[in-house]
């Protein structure tokens, strides 16, 4: 039998992660307030990606997408300012890691596949070198079906008022129940 384990947090204003419902093992919603809170989950989320990690954001035009990954780009320790790559796919982001035995620090891919006709389309921006160099976040990813590795952490952004938004984390695989269990501990 299966068994569902619901609660929710409430913190103040100035709490990372305003209000969270453990859907279960896998999955967490959160409700963010305003752009700020969104920003400090990303930033939260960001600080703990590493290379070869995937981040998949699904919502509407204007549901928060790239409010999220400037705070993840800020948590990742990126140089470079954020803004959507609609029109030319992939932004990369740089940071300011000391170079160690020789090596080139590791890049934030920002993906947007809105633009995308086709999924040999998708198959050219090769994502398994974007992973082997950094982390990669993927706006619109329902558009890449067969393209994204199984385990990833799936983020479903709703916009439900005027600055507030419902997010809905799910992970698959042990690498992504370890970033929402970070996320969890903040609650």
């Known amino acids: 039998m299966y068994v569902s384990t619901f609660f929710r947090v409430y913190l103040p204003p100035h709490g990372i992660i305003p209000s969270m419902l453990a859907v ?18 990303g930033e939260r989320l960001g600080g703990a990606l590493q290379t070869g990690d995937i981040l998949c954001l ?26 959507s790559p609609t029109f030319i ?6 940071r300011a890691d000391e170079k160690k035995g020789g090596t080139t620090p590791p890049l ?15 198959e050219e921006l090769d ?6 160099e950094g982390a990669l976040i993927v706006e619109w990813p329902e558009r890449m079906p067969g393209l994204i590795p199984t385990e990833n952490l799936w983020l479903t952004i ?24 970070l996320l969890r501990e903040d609650a």
């Open 24 to 41: 279960d093992s896998h999955t967490i919603e959160i409700t963010s307030r305003n752009p700020e809170q969104t920003r400090r989950i």
């Open 58 to 83: 699904q919502g509407d035009l204007g549901a928060g997408k790239t409010t999220l990954v400037q705070g993840i780009a800020q948590g990742w320790g990126s140089l470079d300012s954020v803004s």
């Open 89 to 94: 796919l992939v932004n990369a982001y740089r």
């Open 108 to 122: 934030l891919f920002h993906m947007d596949a809105y633009r995308l006709d086709s999924a040999s389309e998708a």
């Open 127 to 132: 994502l398994d070198s974007m992973l082997a």
């Open 158 to 181: 709703e916009h439900t008022g005027e600055t507030e938004r419902e997010m809905k984390f799910t992970a698959s695989g042990k690498r992504y129940e370890e970033l929402l269990k």
